[in-house]
Every structure is written in C-alpha cells, then in structure tokens.
C-alpha cells in the first residue's frame, strides 16, 4: 500500500479524493463536517450538483472502495470544510 494522503475537502463543493482506483480505504479524520460521496467511471465528466451524492461515513469513520474497474472517487463536505485521508494500494 502506498503512504496515505491527507485531502482537504473544501465546503459545498466536490473534491476528487481518489483517482482510476477499484480498491482503497477514505477515512474521516473528524466527525464532523458530514460528507456525501458519488463516483464516476475514471474518464467521465467530474459531479456538478450535490443531489448527485449519496451519505457516507454513516456508521463508521472509513468508507472502502471496491469496484470491478477502475473508478474516481468524490467526496463533498456538508457546510463546512473538512479533511480525509486516503489509503491506495501501491503501483
């Protein structure tokens, strides 16, 4: 696994925290901001609206990613900023 990254994760906005990924781990460092997360095939238009996001982060502070082809990964912090770090398998 690679060494974990720390993400910044500006208020109301999507924020790109994984990229052409199938496997990894999100952590929320705080409990708070809550977070909202939606996915993309790696290659397609980034998310433009907040209605796309589903709630993540609900009952536990890690999120996994597990998906058959390569994906990128978004997350948007609720109303105010907030952090994340991110666990990627290495290259």
Known sequence: MADP???????????????????GLIHRKKSLPMYLQT????GELAPTTRDEGIPVFVNSNTAIISAAANIDVYLWAIDKPGEVRVDLPGE
């Open 39 to 42: 996915y993309r095939d790696t």
């Open 5 to 23: 990254v720390i993400i910044p994760c500006p208020a109301n906005t999507w924020t790109p925290v994984a990229i052409k990924v199938s496997t």
